[in-house]
């Protein structure tokens, strides 16, 4: 089951001529979630993987860089015949500010749901839940927690072969949790496994709640908006530098920290190295990378680079 993130834009408030405003989407098998939809995120799509046939939007907070690009959006869903409902969720406020918007855009002619979310509500899904973890911003704020339900133990074959089980249709009938033959998945699976964890920050000042919630996560997406020379101006405008974010994963366990919303100030080569210096498996995605996140007895997860065709 593929489970991968995807930088549709990695800058902070103002967007270049190589980074556009923030926007990620989340691919998990045929779930295509995308959180945030800053200005342009559209044409950012469009211009890599396409505008999908998203399954749910997710937005962190309501200052304009994370949310000016929906109105367009759901404008061209619309214009394409779009007729799958659409759900928006985000944090309170998030009904008034659409319903204002949707009003000078105009209506869709699908089913728009607005949802807003609340600490401790967790969204349930085929296989993995999301949970909004409150964060420290300027006004209400998320970041958000993806992650998936544990799963069955490695199968044994030659366990089960020794305790007389045949190869073949009782292989698979043990495995789904049947008994046979006396034999219980007990036998021969080993112990359950851990699902992949993704964790999110949205724009925030370094965040105890965050990071408690990212412990053990295969990938923690953390903004850092600030080098450390800036830290106090970073703690003024509700935001990171590169090392808070780092320090964060590093006390959070992460295997993979990824910086973004990051702004032009600073050299990103500067960033990566504060970062590095206190967690060395530090990336700086650019827009249309992409991060894969296999199961943990796979291999860690791993940047790739966006190649056009």
Same mark, same amino acid.
């Given at each position: 089951?593929?489970?991968?993130?995807?930088?549709?834009?990695?800058?902070?408030?103002?967007?270049?001529?190589?980074?556009?405003?923030?926007?990620?989407?989340?691919?998990?098998?045929?779930?295509?979630?995308?959180?945030?939809?800053?200005?342009?995120?559209?044409?950012?799509?469009?211009?890599?993987?396409?505008?999908?046939?998203?399954?749910?939007?997710?937005?962190?907070?309501?200052?304009?860089?994370?949310?000016?690009?929906?109105?367009?959006?759901?404008?061209?869903?619309?214009?394409?015949?779009?007729?799958?409902?659409?759900?928006?969720?985000?944090?309170?406020?998030?009904?008034?500010?659409?319903?204002?918007?949707?009003?000078?855009?105009?209506?869709?002619?699908?089913?728009?749901?607005?949802?807003?979310?609340?600490?401790?509500?967790?969204?349930?899904?085929?296989?993995?839940?999301?949970?909004?973890?409150?964060?420290?911003? =300027?006004? +209400?704020?998320?970041?958000? !927690? #993806?992650?998936? $339900?544990? %799963? @069955?133990?490695?199968?044994?074959?030659? &366990? *089960?072969?020794?305790?007389?089980?045949?190869?073949?249709?009782?292989?698979?009938?043990?495995?789904?949790?049947?008994?046979?033959?006396?034999?219980?998945?007990?036998?021969?699976?080993?112990? =359950?496994? +851990?699902?992949?964890?993704? !964790? #999110?920050?949205? $724009?925030? %000042? @370094?965040?105890?709640?965050?990071?408690? &919630? *990212?412990?053990?996560?295969?990938?923690?997406?953390?903004?850092?908006?600030?080098?450390?020379?800036?830290?106090?101006?970073?703690?003024?405008?509700?935001?990171?530098?590169?090392?808070?974010?780092?320090?964060?994963?590093?006390?959070?366990?992460?295997?993979?920290?990824?910086?973004?919303?990051?702004?032009?100030?600073?050299?990103?080569?500067?960033?990566?190295?504060?970062?590095?210096?206190?967690?060395?498996?530090?990336?700086?995605?650019?827009?249309?990378?992409?991060?894969?996140?296999?199961?943990?007895?796979?291999?860690?997860?791993?940047?790739?680079?966006?190649?056009?065709?």
């Amino acid at each position: 089951m593929e489970l991968s993130v995807f930088f549709a834009g990695t800058a902070g408030s103002v967007p270049t001529s190589r980074r556009g405003l923030p926007a990620i989407l989340v691919r998990r098998g045929g779930d295509q979630i995308l959180f945030d939809c800053g200005e342009g995120t559209q044409r950012q799509l469009v211009a890599s993987v396409g505008l999908t046939d998203l399954t749910e939007i997710l937005l962190t907070h309501f200052h304009a860089d994370h949310w000016l690009g929906l109105p367009g959006m759901l404008k061209t869903f619309d214009l394409r015949g779009r007729e799958r409902p659409l759900t928006i969720y985000g944090p309170a406020g998030l009904r008034r500010l659409l319903t204002l918007v949707m009003a000078m855009a105009g209506r869709v002619g699908f089913e728009l749901t607005i949802a807003e979310l609340a600490s401790g509500d967790v969204l349930e899904r085929d296989g993995y839940r999301i949970a909004p973890v409150t964060v420290s911003h =300027r006004g +209400p704020a998320f970041g958000y !927690v #993806l992650f998936e $339900d544990e %799963r @069955p133990g490695a199968f044994d074959p030659g &366990a *089960a072969v020794a305790m007389g089980l045949a190869p073949g249709p009782e292989f698979g009938r043990v495995q789904r949790g049947e008994t046979v033959r006396g034999v219980t998945p007990a036998d021969v699976m080993g112990p =359950r496994r +851990p699902g992949r964890k993704l !964790v #999110l920050s949205g $724009d925030t %000042r @370094p965040s105890e709640t965050l990071q408690i &919630a *990212a412990h053990g996560a295969d990938v923690l997406v953390h903004e850092a908006t600030f080098a450390e020379e800036e830290r106090a101006r970073a703690a003024d405008n509700g935001h990171s530098t590169a090392r808070q974010a780092a320090e964060v994963a590093r006390a959070a366990e992460v295997r993979m920290l990824a910086l973004t919303h990051v702004s032009t100030r600073h050299p990103f080569g500067l960033l990566r190295d504060e970062a590095r210096a206190v967690f060395e498996p530090t990336v700086i995605p650019r827009d249309f990378d992409t991060i894969e996140i296999p199961f943990a007895e796979r291999g860690p997860p791993s940047l790739l680079r966006w190649e056009p065709t």
